[in-house]
């Protein structure tokens, strides 16, 4: 037995996934990642809230040896990491009911196969009485799939909002108060997975924000001590706010690019706006994400690869118009060898981002006088429009 108390009767039972390093084959994880699984022993029933990925199903167990009587498994998100073990809870505990939202219904049928007369939907606002601890439900769709609810556990005061809230990242302690490396832990978490949802992020929080909460237990990360910290930081994080700073991905593959870049970055170094710049042949996509969260302006510096973009780039413009970032501009940099079709190429792979596009600096082999004039021109163009925005003081 392995139950962790958080409060009375309320336990942690899930795992900590020390060494993993990439989440969905995609999102770097330089801090592990942890699956939280909860139990509530109410007088009269006995509830889980969320499972772990199944990689970590015999850890998961060891921790619920001596559990005698499970009634309800909840399930507050559908994605594999915290429902992929409910087959095999539902067969230790063939009596439990599985308790999930209308439409996480579907998904839980689909995706691990269990039976619909196993499964009770819960309305939004609806109860769920375990004795002397209360559930209440509250519908919070998109964060991040669209059947996505939160439980608050009336009685002891504790939201579980499952990834709503929640980070990557791994520790023994059950608790955090404001560690600055779990806030950003926690930035890099709304980055990668939350931004894309802000305008939901908003309405969800409102909901959030009428419930009096003394601990944020989410299914990855640590659990909030400290509600207001988190809860501020996804206020601030989708909002719309944006800084003085220019988020520049690039890559060259013989130096010409990466020369424009640098050229272009201390321009606008000079005339006081930030800059941050991405080498996407090793970045870390996880940085170059949060630094979308607020960047006013992307300017993306690409080669040209038999006329198209080059394929780091193109991948990179692929994730950037997932992720909706709110930058107010763009513009793109580049060299080319022989003949170039980048500019309609890269900007043809970002219908979703709604910056003006304060256009593109585009040269054949070493930028010459011209276009280093054309970069200056660029450069004092974006800190005009910074300054129009406040930005620049
Ligand atoms: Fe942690 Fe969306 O799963």
């Known amino acids: 037995m392995n139950f962790r108390k958080i409060k009375d009767k309320v336990f942690a039972v899930g795992v900590q996934d020390w060494g993993r390093r990439l989440f969905d084959s995609l999102i770097p994880l330089p801090d592990g990642t942890s699956y939280n699984s909860y139990l509530l022993q109410g007088s009269e029933k006995t509830a889980i809230i969320d499972t772990v990925d199944p990689a970590f ?33 539902l067969e230790r505990f063939p009596n439990a009911e599985l308790i999930c939202s209308p439409k996480a219904k579907d998904l839980v049928v689909e995706h691990l196969l269990v039976a619909p007369e196993k499964i009770r ?68 978490y709304y980055a990668e997975i939350m931004m894309p949802f802000r305008s939901f992020i908003l309405k969800n929080l409102e909901k959030v924000k009428q419930l009096d909460i003394d601990l944020v237990a989410p299914s990855h990360g640590p659990i909030w001590k400290k509600p207001e910290v988190i809860i501020s930081a996804y206020e601030d994080w989708s909002s719309e706010r944006v800084e003085n700073k220019v988020l520049i991905p690039f890559v060259s593959m013989h130096g010409s690019t990466h020369k424009m870049v640098d050229y272009f970055a201390d321009e606008l170094i000079r005339l006081g706006v930030k800059v941050e710049l991405f080498d996407l042949a090793v970045t870390d996509i996880g940085k170059l994400a949060m630094s979308l969260i607020d960047a006013a302006t992307i300017v993306i510096g690409s080669p040209t690869v038999h006329v198209g973009p080059h394929p780091f780039v193109a991948n990179t413009a692929i994730l950037a118009n997932v992720l909706k970032p709110k930058a107010r501009f763009a513009a793109i940099i580049g060299s080319y060898g022989w003949g170039t079709r980048v500019v309609d190429s890269i900007l043809g792979l970002l219908p979703n981002l709604k910056a003006e596009v304060l256009g593109a600096v585009i040269c054949k082999g070493e930028a010459k006088e011209d276009t280093k004039k054309e970069l200056t021109q660029l450069a004092e163009l974006i800190a005009k429009k910074h300054q129009e925005l406040g930005l620049i003081k």
């Open 57 to 89: 199903a015999d850890k998961f167990f060891e921790n619920l040896e001596g559990l005698e009587k499970l009634d309800y498994i909840i399930t507050l998100h559908s994605e594999q990491d915290h429902s992929g073990s409910i087959p095999l809870l």
């Open 121 to 188: 939907v819960m309305e939004d606002g609806e109860k769920l009485s375990l004795g002397d601890k209360t559930l209440r439900f509250i519908h919070t769709p998109w964060v991040h799939w669209p059947e996505t609810m939160v439980a608050y556990l009336e009685e002891d005061r504790i939201l579980f909002s499952c990834d709503f809230l929640g980070s990557h990242w791994t520790t023994s302690d059950l608790f955090v108060e404001d560690d600055p490396a779990v806030i950003e832990a926690a930035r890099r």
